[in-house]
């Protein structure tokens, strides 16, 4: 594939990219979804309603994810990062830190983070590695009202300005691993093709989104490598 060499790339990663390091993605069987109710460990009403519920949730995924070790499609990015001349920007839909751990430098997590807590008093984010329960208190305020640091539905993620900017001036947009049924996220794909800029799927099967001029599908650890090594070799 050719761009320009110093062509602003934004990528989009989603679950389907930690899945060979072992962690389950939300809507493909055996997902997250097919064992827990998004109303009950997903939503702010669900968290008032059972907040243990909910720590039990995230402390079970972050535990999980703090054992996980980042997949070749991971090293993939790093390597990209490191290696393109021009602006590159990946927006990723996980929780899980696997992309820093593997070495990417701009990641934006529009979705929140397993490893940090929010104070939904203060509003302050504070890093946070092991179990998070009811009752923990604020490093900044001092009050009992810390919980999981994720975008739950109805909520607006983070850092959309920073993203909005990023698609606006994108001349490559990868999409990597996710089933595009989620919103915002998932008209990404349409203002960055609506900007102009060369749009590519990588999944396991195609999305059928039309608005992906090319798409390679197939596990992450083996198509994203080779996508990489493909776009680097084109500069
Ligand atoms: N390699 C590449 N793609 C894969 C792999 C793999 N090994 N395994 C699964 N996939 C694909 C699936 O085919 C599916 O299209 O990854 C996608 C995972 O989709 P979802 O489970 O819907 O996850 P995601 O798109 O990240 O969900 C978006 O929804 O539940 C909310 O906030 C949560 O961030 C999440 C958002």
Same mark, same amino acid.
């Given at each position: ?71 070749? /499609?991971?090293?993939? &990015? ?35 983070? &397993?490893?940090? /807590?929010? =104070? ?17 208190? =604020?490093?900044? =305020? ?94």
């Amino acid at each position: 594939m050719h761009i320009p060499p110093k062509a602003s790339i934004v990528v989009l990663t989603g679950a389907g990219i930690s899945a060979e390091s072992g962690l389950a993605t939300f809507r493909d069987n055996g997902g997250l979804w097919a064992d827990h109710d998004i109303r009950d460990v997903a939503t702010p009403e669900g968290f008032h309603r059972n907040p243990d519920l909910v720590f039990d949730f995230y402390n079970m995924r972050r535990r999980e994810a703090a054992k996980a070790s980042p997949n070749a /499609a991971h090293n993939a &990015l790093a390597r990209l990062e490191n290696a393109w001349d021009g602006p590159f920007l990946l927006i990723t839909q996980n929780v899980d830190s696997l992309h820093e751990k593997a070495g990417s430098k701009n990641v934006l997590h529009m979705h929140g983070k &397993l490893n940090s /807590a929010l =104070c939904y008093e203060c509003g302050s984010h504070q890093q946070w590695d092991g179990d998070l329960d009811d009752g923990e208190v =604020c490093t900044s =305020c001092a009050r009992a009202a810390l919980r999981p640091d994720i975008v739950w539905f109805g909520e607006m993620p983070y850092d959309m300005e920073r993203i909005e900017e990023a698609l606006g001036g994108a001349e490559l947009f990868v999409s990597i691993g996710t089933s595009g049924t989620v919103y915002p996220a998932a008209g990404f794909v349409m203002e960055a093709a609506g900007n102009g800029a060369r749009t590519v799927e990588v999944n396991l099967q195609a999305t059928g989104n039309p608005l992906f001029e090319d798409c390679y599908e197939g596990p992450a650890a083996t198509t994203v490598p080779a996508f990489v090594e493909a776009l680097l070799a084109g500069r």
